[in-house]
């Protein structure tokens, strides 16, 4: 077989790039995929109760990037989605992030009082604070409120999510979920949020419907590099595998996802609930919220984090942290030893914490930069 590109990883990374080069230059690609279906960590099916589910964790689409907006358009209708998360804290349900609203459903109404006005006098309201900062205030009633937040919010969930405390690893991290000086309860702010119409799995299959496109599942890319032609490679799985670990394990973070159906219509109120600081898991999300689908039944599924064992289970978050940017530099500087016959792009092969609308804006950059020219 002969094509014009391999590229290894059908998630969003590799379907947008394979789409583009299909599509706009008109040459063949050979899209392979180690697991049995295209999506990636995207990709959602119906179970056996016609809910639809996300395999990999719940997954909802944000982005303030019309271009990304725009181009995934092109392959789906979607449905508005504003997401919720609550938070248990001392029994407690909380909005999370950490905002105003929380605020007066921890503390007694006069002490809430005093802190909105210290919090919105020292950032504005509107403010995203992250947790680490928000530590170093100098009033002593900010610093106690900090603390409050870190000690009942992010320590717990931190440690069972990462094996690591909050300043363990890079503060890009937790700034992911900043304290927010506001009344809004939605955990994004994003122009942009919904959930693909037909679910994610479909937006794929629309991307990848080119009769330049060919798709192999259940291939590692190893197995067939003696039988497959290509001119140029795009590399979308975990970079460290591609250089057979010489500088070492690149560390990712895997999970173990617990599906349970209840003979029930709604488990609870909101899209997801995380558990900081009880249970084993992070946090259970309800499909239903997500899927918008009217069942008698539901379905739910819990987290529950683990380390990562190349084999037995998927990597799917990098750990970031100083020593382990320097491995991974360690194999960028390889992967510029290849001149550009192989690309490497995605959440594993860049080792970012892309969510998915920054893994397309990353494939339509490659594209226009290193792809097409
Ligand atoms: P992936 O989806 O990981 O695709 C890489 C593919 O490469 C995989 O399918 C893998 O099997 C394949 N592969 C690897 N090695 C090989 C090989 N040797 N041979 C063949 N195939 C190979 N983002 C959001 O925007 N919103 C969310 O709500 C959200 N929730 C998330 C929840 C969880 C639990 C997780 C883990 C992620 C979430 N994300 C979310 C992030 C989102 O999943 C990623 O941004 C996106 O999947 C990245 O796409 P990708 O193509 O780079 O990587
Ligand atoms: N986090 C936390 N408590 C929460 C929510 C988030 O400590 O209630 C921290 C935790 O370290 C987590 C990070 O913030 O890994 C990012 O959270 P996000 O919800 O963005 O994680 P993802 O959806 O990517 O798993």
Redesign the pocket.
Known sequence: MKVDWLI????????TLAERIASVMGQKVLL????DHI????YDEYNEHGILVHR???????TNSKKVWDYLSRFTRWRTYQHRVLGIVEGKKIPIPFNLNSLYAIFPPRHAERLEEKLVGYYGLGAKVPILRLRENEDKDIRFLAEYVYQNIFYGYTLKQWGLRPEELDPSVTERVPVYISRDDRYFQDIYQAIPGEGYTAMFRQMLRNPNIKILLN????EILDEVRFNRMIY???ID?FFDYMHGPLPYRS?RFEFVTLHQEWFQEAGTVNYPNEYDFTRITEQKHLSGQQLPVTTLVY?YPEAYRPGEN?P??PVLREENREVYARCLEEAKKLKGTVLF?????DYKY??????VERALKLFEGEVAR
Do not use: K
């Not at 392979?32 to 697991?35: A, H, P, S």
């Open positions: 290894v990883g059908a998630g969003f990374t590799g379907a392979v995929e180690r697991r999506g990636g960590n995207a990999y964790g719940p997954h909802i689409f944000h291939t590692d890319f190893r979308t799985g975990p595998a999970l987290e998927d799917y978050y792009a995605g959440r594993l092969a892309y969510n998915m609308d920054q893994a």
